[in-house]
């Protein structure tokens, strides 16, 4: 397509910090480097995060994505997602003896943990998340009888407790910050003893994200955020920019899906993208929009992150050996690896 001219005020405010988390990260790095390692193909227990490019990038590369363990063949290599899993998924794998890889966000694990010691302590844990999410599955598996979802502030009348005075609160981590704490200070009108956990529950990269769209909200007439529809805290980016001010907010996976209308009567597009968003898909709106006069680029920083998380543990043992030997001990048939072991889950590290 040929380049327009920059029209005169036409610019874009890119937001900064955007895309890749250091979950999201490893996780994906981890389905390339268990590929590199092991061979196709590796199953992965759900979307290994929320983006549609990147799931389509890792099949292509071999990478086999199911819903539930029973899919994955006897003696093969499982991956779970980045969002986390229930222990009894862990006990599926066992009963399938099939090499677990845990990619395992360690912000969501944190949670899971603390949700394992509020049970141990005998708390009823309001779990404050989006129904039918993976990750909130994931943590409510953790102590089912101690765990109620609260799903907005629309849902506190409904909530009853066992003990008002042993109450405690935590969240799936990619929420939005405002719309968590009014469902907090709900929950504190009707259980006034109701405790916090230890430190935030909603992940540093969320919260980045969304404080960047709430400081472009006010100038951008237009926020084009990139970011699949199952993206929980890419959603949540929408939401945000249209509270900030911003008169309209779009989701698009590819920049393709970009209307020209949107842009009418717009000065300032604000560009943005959830956690689990490659840097290209980004670089494809920019083009595009540079493409219809939006030239100047301007950075809006709102932090600095420098996070990184280590690679699951699995991937520095060779689960092929492993598998192998199971399946000779055990007299069965199959290919690829089983650990047929539920030890194999691997720590936040």
């Known amino acids: 397509m040929v380049h327009m001219t920059a029209s005169p005020g036409r610019r874009v405010l890119l937001a900064a910090p955007r895309g890749y988390c250091a979950g999201v990260d490893r996780a994906v790095i981890a389905v390339e480097k268990a590929l590199e390692q092991y061979g196709a193909p590796i199953y992965v227990r759900h979307e290994i995060v929320h983006n549609k490019y990147v799931v389509q990038t890792l099949e292509k590369k071999g990478a086999v994505f199911v819903e539930r363990t029973e899919e994955v063949p006897e003696g093969n290599i499982v991956m779970f997602s980045a969002h986390g899993v229930a222990p009894v998924v862990h006990d599926e794998a066992a009963r399938g003896r099939l090499a677990t890889i845990d990619a395992t966000c360690p912000l969501v694990t944190k949670v899971h943990k603390e949700a394992v010691r509020f049970a141990n302590d005998d708390y009823d844990i309001l779990l404050i998340g989006h129904e039918g999410h993976e990750e909130v599955i994931g943590t409510s598996g953790e102590a089912p009888d101690h765990i109620t979802l609260v799903d907005g502030p629309e849902d506190v009348s409904k909530v009853e407790v066992r003990d008002p005075s042993k109450v405690v609160w935590l969240s799936q981590t990619t929420l939005s910050v405002d719309e968590t704490m009014e469902t907090v200070d709900a929950l504190k009108g009707k259980f006034p003893q109701l405790i916090s956990p230890p430190s935030d529950d909603i992940c540093y990269a969320t919260q980045n ?60 597009v604000g560009v943005t ?54 399946v000779a001990e055990r007299g069965g048939s199959g290919t690829g690896s089983g650990s047929g072991s539920g030890s194999d889950v691997a720590s936040a590290e």
């Open 209 to 268: 994200r969304q404080l960047a769209v709430k400081q472009m909200g006010e100038e951008a007439e237009l926020v084009i955020v990139v970011g699949s529809k199952n993206s929980s805290n890419s959603v949540r980016l929408v939401e945000v920019a249209k509270l900030a001010g911003s008169r309209e907010a779009y989701l698009v996976d590819f920049a393709d899906e970009i209307d020209e209308a949107w842009l009418e009567g717009v000065s300032t």
């Open 273 to 326: 993208s959830g956690a689990s968003v490659p840097e290209i898909l980004v670089e494809q709106v920019l083009e595009w929009l540079s493409q219809r006069g939006f030239e100047d680029v301007e950075l809006v920083r709102a932090a600095e992150e420098s996070i990184t998380f280590s690679l699951p543990k699995e991937l520095r043992r060779d689960l092929r050996d492993e598998a192998a030997a199971l």
